[in-house]
């Protein structure tokens, strides 16, 4: 297993390239499932779990590969079994049901168990496929989905806004008999491209981005070449890191409109952030960090893929800041991290008081998520002496290369193997 070693009190200055979306990445490349010839996506992260989703659609049947942030996938004699040995390394896995369902009428997906930040259940992408015609039955830990005569279209209204019940539910639409309305949908960034991603392959979409998505069902789609998304979570990573820092970073390929919620409430803090011809700038103003209190929620809310990470810049500000955690149970794990780190946090249920005013000091630390990892390393830049970030094959699912890319503005932040 590797660590990041940081040595902290750098401040980064420099350029910084987004990458794509992992996010985005995830679906739009399990939709080739449901796509009839070759696809070519770029923009493409290298990153854990899209060498996961590629060695899934292998498994499937289909012929996919990455190289140089360009994944093509080919048509292939399609299998209908996701195993147990790949969805439990990466829940997104799941999505490859709605796919197999519209194009086998059959598939058996190992059920997701739960994961650091919660229990993360499947209901909503089963009861919306259940509305659509499919009988499921769970058998030696398999989620079994058929639908002998098809998908056929339905009204469907989510319990909730769920990200990854609107993209395997939508996905499945676009094959179905028929008209499907989506209410009460995610309106993530990351689903608005997994529309036109699919749009681009002759699929009938409206209202992506809204809470209502309507769609009518094709005979079937074609290839295409696609460009996925900038990563917006990785993108406000590096915005804070200039701000714990007290740098100045320049970030290229930001995607600053589907971040409104993370920037006013960074500007709220006392950061600049501005729109430049050459990029987006982000630095601490004149006054310094101050505390403010976040929410998380749906988008257009606070994201909570950012609340570890703004809690960082809570502990680097004057003042106080409450963190409000509404997505998901238990993510608040770096809470404890934080604290050996001489950060002074107090959890109340789903809500953390952060008070800010001292200078976090280097310790050795443990990542139990991705972006628990992610906060782990912005309060390993902002610190004074030497972190060690354990853990990091979870950093690695969701950040590529993080550690050149923080170098190359200046972070003394190294890669070690863990003795042993
Ligand atoms: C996606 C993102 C993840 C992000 C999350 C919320 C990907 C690959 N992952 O995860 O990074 O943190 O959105 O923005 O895009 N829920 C149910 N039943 C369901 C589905 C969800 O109860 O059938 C609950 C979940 O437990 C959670 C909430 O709804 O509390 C949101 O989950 P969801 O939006 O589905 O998140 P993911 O798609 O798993």
Redesign the pocket.
């Known amino acids: 297993m590797d660590s990041f070693l940081i040595e902290g009190g750098v401040p980064l200055r420099g350029v910084i390239e987004v990458s794509g979306s992992k ?1 985005a990445a ?1 679906p739009i490349i399990m939709a080739s499932i449901a796509v009839d010839d070759v696809v070519t996506y770029t923009n493409v992260p290298d990153l854990r779990d899209i060498h996961t989703t590629i060695r899934l659609l292998n498994i499937l049947g289909r012929e996919a590969s990455l190289e140089n942030g360009v994944v093509t996938v080919r048509n292939g004699v399609l299998g209908m079994e996701a195993p147990y040995d790949l969805v439990k390394t990466m ?2 896995s799941v999505l490859c049901l709605g796919p197999l369902l519209a194009r086998l009428g059959e598939a058996k997906v190992s059920l997701p168990g739960g994961c650091a930040i ?8 089963l009861f919306a496929l259940e509305k659509m015609g499919t009988v499921f039955d769970l058998e030696n830990g398999y989620i079994h989905g058929r639908c002998p005569r098809g998908l056929r279209g339905a009204h469907i209204r989510f319990d ?6 609107t993209e395997n539910v939508l996905m499945a639409a676009c094959l179905a008999q028929g008209e499907t309305v989506l209410e009460n949908v ?1 309106r ?1 960034p ?1 689903i608005v491209d997994l529309a036109n991603f699919l749009i681009r392959c002759g699929a009938k979409i409206e209202g992506q981005g809204s809470t209502m998505i309507r769609v009518q069902g094709v005979e079937s789609l074609h290839g295409c070449t696609y460009a996925v998304m900038p990563d917006r979570i990785e993108a406000g990573t590096f915005l804070v890191a200039a701000g714990v820092t007290g740098g100045e970073l320049l970030l290229k390929n930001c995607p600053l409109d589907d971040m409104s919620a993370v920037v006013d409430k960074l500007r709220d803090a006392g950061m600049i952030i501005e729109k430049t011809e050459d990029g987006v700038l982000a630095r601490t103003g004149e006054e310094g960090l101050k505390g403010v209190n976040i929410s998380t929620r ?1 988008h257009p809310g606070f ?3 950012m609340q570890a990470q703004f809690m960082v810049l809570m502990c680097c500000a004057q003042g106080s800041g409450l963190v409000e955690e509404n ?2 149970e238990n993510r608040f794990m770096h809470v404890q991290e934080l604290v050996r780190m001489g950060a002074d946090i107090h959890v109340t249920g789903s809500s953390a008081m952060v008070r800010g005013g001292r200078r976090l000091a280097g310790a050795p630390v443990m990542a139990s998520d991705l972006r628990a990892g992610a906060a782990l390393v912005l309060a390993g830049l902002a610190a004074e002496g030497e972190t060690r970030v354990q853990r990091i094959y979870h950093v690695d699912r969701g950040y590529e290369r993080l550690a050149d890319k923080l170098s190359a503005v200046g972070a003394c932040i190294r890669r070690i193997k863990d003795p042993g």
Do not use: W
């Open positions: 996010n995830l829940r997104a919660g229990a993360r259940p499947v209901d909503q992408h909730m806004p769920t990200v990854g019940g995610a993530e990351e749906p994201p909570t893929d997505i998901f």
